[in-house]
Nanobody
């Protein structure tokens, strides 16, 4: 099981920036997919961005061009740089890891960090 700890959330005005960090308890070099998800009140959890070990990144349409996911393998940390924030970006942001092993996926989650964007 991978332990994930998010940090960097907070309150920011619309148009501002935040950088979220996700520290993993083991090397992320071998974690197939690291991702960020978010969940707003009354809404399901949804993918924000994910990064694979092959270097591919995927983004939700709503954040393309504003958010950037990156990995620092030396620090076992994944970042989500969020620019031009909008009130609709307000949510709890969760980090996740997905490891393919023994023909199945092993998925772990962090505890989440709150991001609030004021208008």
């Amino acid at each position: 099981q991978v332990q994930l700890v998010e940090s960097g959330g907070g309150l920011v005005q619309a148009g501002g920036s935040l950088r979220l960090s996700c520290a993993a308890s083991e090397s992320i070099f071998n974690i197939n997919i690291m991702g960020w998800y978010r969940q707003a009140p009354g809404k399901p959890r949804g993918l924000v961005a994910q990064s694979t070990t092959s270097g591919d990144s995927t983004y939700a349409d709503s954040v393309k061009g504003r958010f950037t996911i990156s990995r620092d393998n030396a620090k076992n940390t994944v970042y989500l740089q969020m620019n031009s924030l909008k009130p609709e970006d307000t949510a709890v942001y969760f980090c996740s890891s997905r490891v393919a092993r023994d023909r199945r996926w092993y998925v772990d989650w962090g505890q989440g960090t709150q991001v609030t964007v004021s208008s």
